[in-house]
């Protein structure tokens, strides 16, 4: 039997999913992006664990609140400084949100849900293991559909980093796979962009360990 899931480990006999002839078959209806250089316009810093990235894309509320503090407006500055938490405690649970909403369509082989989890831009890529990059909405989510076709799979994250600003979010974790005696850990890194009132994934990246 094919299979079209990613990072998946020998069984006891031996057997293995051919990588070869799953990227083949990937690359025969998915096109990869060119490479070409980008000009970043946020910084990623690695955070420890599951927790809002300080600053970056709250500036209306943060600057509210340091012109407050410098008209010593404590009790406005204290006002200020509880919205400015709220809102970035609810960035960060709307990425988390969104990233279990992917695993949850990703383990569950729903290639609607997995439509409905990716952003809308041309601009979305995704890097499955052993593939190269593939760029595009449409393109994105024939890979996808090619790897929900292996049908569902046990899948859980450990090691749960995230951060996010009022637009951006990302989340690094492991995945570790299983489907039948085959097992699988895959490292990811998951960006999304807010789209509208929620958040959407737009760059997915996994890497067999």
Avoid at 25 to 37: I, S, Y
Avoid at 48 to 77: F, K, M, N, T
Avoid at 183 to 202: C, M, Y
Wanted: with cysteine.
């Amino acid at each position: 039997m094919e299979l079209r899931m990613r990072g998946l480990r020998p069984n006891a006999s031996g057997d293995a999913p051919s990588f070869t002839s799953l990227n083949t078959h990937r690359w025969a209806v998915c096109r990869p992006c060119a490479f070409r250089p980008c000009v970043p316009t946020w910084r990623l810093r690695l955070v420890p664990r599951a927790l809002h990235q300080e600053g970056g894309g709250l500036g209306p509320l943060e600057r509210e609140l340091d012109a407050a503090i410098l008209r010593e407006d404590y009790e406005q500055a204290a006002v200020l400084r509880d919205k400015l938490r709220e809102q970035r405690e609810g960035n960060l649970s709307g990425v988390l949100q969104a990233n279990a909403a992917f695993y949850k369509a990703f383990g569950d082989a729903d290639l609607p849900a997995m439509e409905a989890v990716w952003g809308k831009s041309e601009s979305v890529q995704v890097i499955h293991p052993v593939a190269g990059c593939i760029a595009g909405r449409d393109q994105v989510l024939s890979s996808w559909q090619l790897i929900l076709e292996g049908g569902a799979l046990d899948i859980t994250i450990h090691n749960v980093r995230a951060a996010a600003t009022d637009t951006i979010g990302w989340v690094t974790c492991l995945e570790a796979t299983k489907a039948g005696s085959r097992t699988g850990r895959v490292l990811a890194t998951n960006i999304f962009q807010r789209e509208g009132s929620g958040w959407k994934l737009v760059h997915h990246h996994g890497s067999i360990i």
